[in-house]
């Protein structure tokens, strides 16, 4: 071996070693030792004069080097970084040219025109007559998902790969054509009955699917994840309606025993004359807590509905029976026959707690706006009030 092959090895050792990223899975070094390898085998079994060889060697060693640049026109990046090693090892623009058009001939799809050409080519598809053949195209599938270059289903992958052996790729070189095309074969054999394979998985696949979505369709008891949803989301806002409920309560029984006292024990002494600064204050007082009192009312004040429905209603799905506010004055024989019409409607009755829902939200909305607007009032009052009250007194000279 001359000192130039060994130095393009280690400078492509190192360089693919250290530079190239992890992500390429396929083509990598050990990619690159086996076209190296296969180069060698045909070599040794081909007439090639020595100088030609080596060409072939260093050919074979820098030919996917360009990887380490990226994939788009890694061969041409290929070759300005073997022509840079060749240039600073003295080596003749003549031969650098010959070593640079071996590496553009392992472009996919070029056609070679001299025997060196055909070698190369050769030597960089033999895998497709390996043993492991599966186990190398695997590693360029991974590849080619990991670079977001392609992404396919097995049935794709195996038919694109039965296109290539079939209808792009061809061994050129008579020691290829004699030693690598029977187990080529063998290969794509194998994918021919992988293909046929997946294909009768994905006929019953399909069948089993088409007959899940038709016994789907048979059913009439809605899916468990839907019931799932409308129950949880239900059940939430009927437990949102009955905290607001309580806070609503709440600031009613206060506001009432302050009203109470206020009138009990606040207001009869406003007919002294020496408390007459009290009546402004007073006033205030009581106004906002009266007002507190009837916005607690009307934040729980139900609304009351007509309760009747139509058979005409129900064919035209206008009515949600799943509120009683819509049926409360209907005979339990009308009830009934919209509820059983209702539930042989699929659609109908989603839409019926869809609208359910919808509405529960409305009544929330407008109780918890309320709500936040009595305790507002009432946070307004009690500070009115006291500052009134401290005003009053700090009026009259008495302390407070």
Known sequence: MSALLIAAEKHVFNLLNTELDTIYVYHNLAHTQRVVEKINELIENLEIDKSDSEN????????????????????????????????????TKKRIEAISNLILATKMGFEPTNDLEKIIIDADCAHLASKNFFDYTSLLRKEWELLGVKTQTNAEWIAGNIKFFTQHHRYYTEYALKNWTKSKGKNLAKLLKSQKKTKADNKK?????EALDIKKNKSDVPERGVETMFRVALRNHITLSDIADTKANILLSVNAIIVSLALSNLLPKLDNPSNTHLFVPTIIFIVFTVASIILSILATRPNVTEGKFTREDVANKKVNLLFFGNFHQMELEDFEWGISEMMTDRDYLYGSLTKDLYFLGLV?????????????????????????????????????
């Open 56 to 91: 072939l060697q260093i050919a074979a060693w820098f030919h996917d080097t360009g990887f380490v640049k990226g994939t788009e026109n890694h061969e041409a990046e290929s070759v300005k970084i073997a022509t840079a090693f060749l240039e600073s090892n003295k080596v």
């Open 205 to 209: 696949f399909k069948q089993k699917k």
């Open 364 to 400: 929330l909305n407008r109780k918890y706006k309320i709500l936040r607007l009595t305790y507002t009032v009432f946070m307004i009052g009690i500070i009115a009030s006291v500052i009134a009250f401290a005003i009053s007194f700090s009026y009259q000279g008495m302390p407070i």
